[in-house]
Structures are given as C-alpha cells and as structure tokens.
C-alpha cells in the first residue's frame, strides 16, 4: 500500500501469467477447471483451498480484477459480480433473513429505489428510506430488525454527498454495518473504508471500466465486522449444511463475509461476471486516475458555464466552491465533484424532453461513466417507475437535465449544449 493510487490502478492484482508468460491478463474463456485428484477436489468443494471449480463461483480474470479493486478501496478481499444490482443483491443476501431491514438514503440511483423497494418485498426485506443528510434520521429508523445502513458516496443522480464517518458511527453504535455504493465517485475520489464503512459496492459498468463497453460489479470488504457480536447474520455465525456445518465468521475470520458471498450468494443466486466483462473493465482501470480527473475538470467547467445561463435555473454540483455540498466534497472527495451532475431547465419537463433530443456530440443514453459527455433527462426515463414525490426526493424532478461529462475537450462540449439549449 506504499505506491500511490494512480501507480495501484495500473499494477494492482496484476502480474505476468505464470503459465504463459503473458505481461496482460489473459481471459480464462472457460466454464470449468481440473482438479489434479479427488483431494484437490474435496479441498476445493470443502473451502480449505481456494481455487478454481467453475465459473460461476470464481475464474481466474475476475479475480485479477477482485484483487485490484479490493487494493484500490483498502479491503481484505473483493469479489466479481454480474452487475452493479447483482453485488447489491448479494451482499443483502448473505445479510438479511426474510422480514429483516435496511435503512437507506433516499437520493440513490434510481435503479437502486426499485430493487431496494420492489425486488426487497418479494423476498420479505423492507428498506426505511431516509433523509440521510442528517445522519439522526438514519439512527431514527434503525429498529431491531435491521440488518444494515446503505448510501452512496456520492448520490446518482442528485451530486448529493453524505457524512459517511457520522453515519458509519450511527450504524456501528447499533452494531450495524455500513455499505456503501462507490460508483460514482471511485476510488480515484473516495475510500469509504478510510471513513468507516464496511463494505463497498461497485457497478463497474460505469467510471472503474469507463468505456462503456461493459455491464459488471464488485463486493469489497473490509474485514472490519464483528458478525458474531450480536447474533442477527445467522448465514455468517450458524453452521451451514452446505459446506458440512461449517461456520463462516468461525472457519474464515475476516474472510467470513466475503467468502460467504461467493460461496453462497454466487453459487446459489448465480449472477456470474463474464471473464470477457472482467478483463474489459481491468483494461479501462489502468486509465481510472487520469480519466477520473478530466471527468472532473470538465464538469466543473461545464457546471459553471450551465449556472450563468438564462435558460437553466439551478446546478447541482458538489464541485463547486458554493454548492451546499462542497464541504463534505473536500472531506470525502478532495474537492472533486465526480463526473456526473444534474441541472433544472426553467422550461420544466417540456425543456428537458427537448434538451436530450437536440443534442449531436452528448449521446442521449441511461448510462454514466463514458468517455463520451452522455445526457438524460431522469424524470421521462430511468426515474419513470417512481410517483412524484419519490422522484423529487431522489433528486429527480420534471425539470432535472442529468449529464455525465466525457473526456472531449471542453470546448466542444460547451458548443453542443450550446447549440442544444438555443433549440429549447
Ligand atoms: C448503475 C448503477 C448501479 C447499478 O449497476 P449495474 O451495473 O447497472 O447493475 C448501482 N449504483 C449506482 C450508483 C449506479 O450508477
């Protein structure tokens, strides 16, 4: 951990292939592995070796990636999943038992307000969204069913950035741990653990591959967890009938968590990363760090160039010295705003539908984390599923623009909403 981020995002989990010699990290295009006897294949089947079995539960190009992910963000292990949602799933898997609770923030991506709501009920989970601003409303809804407290570093699309180490100590003094959804903001910008947090959630899909090229996501965890101290993670302190009563937290100490996550919720939930979506996003890391800082630079620009103009009425972004949130940006994210942030048009919805149309170089798209400048308009397309009131509470409302600024020049991207806004 003594090289600096930028040298960790290129070399990190990475090393020439032993076997071939290969400098870049071949992708292992297989299904399944050999076992050399029958007592490498118990070792394996009994998790007294890890290894590889099939690729479902693990391969040899996404642990490459689970390493590199796992140093970025300072945890003991990381584990490969299908999808930002699929490392949410089961991370909440391996937590929660039917009828049990988190508490959230209510500014989240708006993907996130859908699984944490409907997808939670048909399993008999309840989320209790909050005002996480004040970190009394998260401690005010915590009751003895809950499981765990769930943010983002920086909220998707609201630019809203939370007081992680009040709020961790809010979910730690109910012997509760954190999880925080790093996506936006990386580890180019935040550490959560650093702050407190427990464990991390990534969609890789967005700025850690940065191409969009690829759907993809990883578990970090800290290690940092007590499972044991308050008896409410039966998956992790029970003996477990599928791995011979074998007891998580027991056999595996630190590890506990995170094995249990790929032992249990890969394996019997199923949502595999694809190696080939792995070696992708480990290509576009190499460039997190420089790419992470153009994103910023042109955003700040571009939200400041958006402020004075006649059509737009408000800018959200935490980048900026007077935004209401650049206090906690410079605590939790250097200063940096991340690349993404959304504006209110004065046209109202009609504005907002006409902005995303008119566009030639942004690309109208419900994605985040291109190198392309990318634009939504959230209330007709990813935040169409929630009624009004939810949608102003998730930084959603009729008139909100939400951009996710590329790595072009400056100029250009000025020129097109330009262009854009004199059709509005
Ligand atoms: C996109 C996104 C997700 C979901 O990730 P997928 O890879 O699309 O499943 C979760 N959280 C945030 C903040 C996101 O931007």
Known sequence: MSQKLETRTVHAGTAPDPVSKARITPISQTASFVFDDMDHASRLFNLEEFGNIYSRIGNPTNAVLEAKVADLEGGVMGLGVGSGHAAQLVVFHTLMEPGCEIVAANKLYGGSLNQLSEAFRKMSWTTRFVDADDPANVAAAITDKTRAVFIESLANPGGVVLDIAAIAKV??????????????????????????????????????????????????????????????????????????????????????????????????????????????????????????????????????????????????????????????????????????????????????????????????????????????????????????????????????????????????????????????
């Open 171 to 424: 979910a730690h003094d109910a012997g509760l741990p954190l999880i925080v959804d790093n996506t936006m903001a990386t580890p180019a910008l935040c550490r959560p653990i650093e702050h407190g947090a427990d464990i991390v959630v990534h969609s890789t899909t967005k700025f850690l591959n940065g191409h969009g090229n690829s759907i993809g996501g990883v578990i970090v965890d800290s290690g940092n967890t007590d499972w044991v101290r308050t008896g409410k993670y039966p998956t992790l302190t029970e003996p477990n009938p599928s791995y011979h009563g074998m007891v998580f937290a027991e056999a595996l100490g630190e590890l506990g968590f995170i094995v249990a996550c790929r032992a249990l919720g890969l394996r019997d939930l199923g949502p595999a990363l694809a190696p080939m979506n792995a070696f992708l996003t480990l290509t576009g890391m190499e460039t997190l760090a420089l790419r992470m800082e153009r994103h910023c630079d042109n955003a700040l620009a571009l939200a400041k160039w958006l402020k004075s103009h006649p059509k737009v009425s408000w800018v959200s972004y935490a980048g900026m010295a007077d935004d209401p949130y650049h206090g906690l940006c410079q605590t939790y994210l250097g200063g940096k705003g991340g690349g993404v942030f959304t504006f209110g048009l004065k046209g109202g919805y009609d504005a907002g539908a006409k902005l995303v149309s008119s566009v030639e170089l942004f690309s109208f798209l419900a994605n985040i984390g291109d190198t392309r400048s990318l634009i939504i308009h959230p209330a007709s397309s990813t935040h169409r599923q929630l009624d009004d009131e939810a949608r102003a509470a998730a930084g959603a409302g009729p008139d909100v623009v939400r951009v996710s600024v590329g790595i072009e020049h400056i100029d250009d991207i000025i020129a097109d909403l330009a262009q854009a806004l004199d059709k509005v």
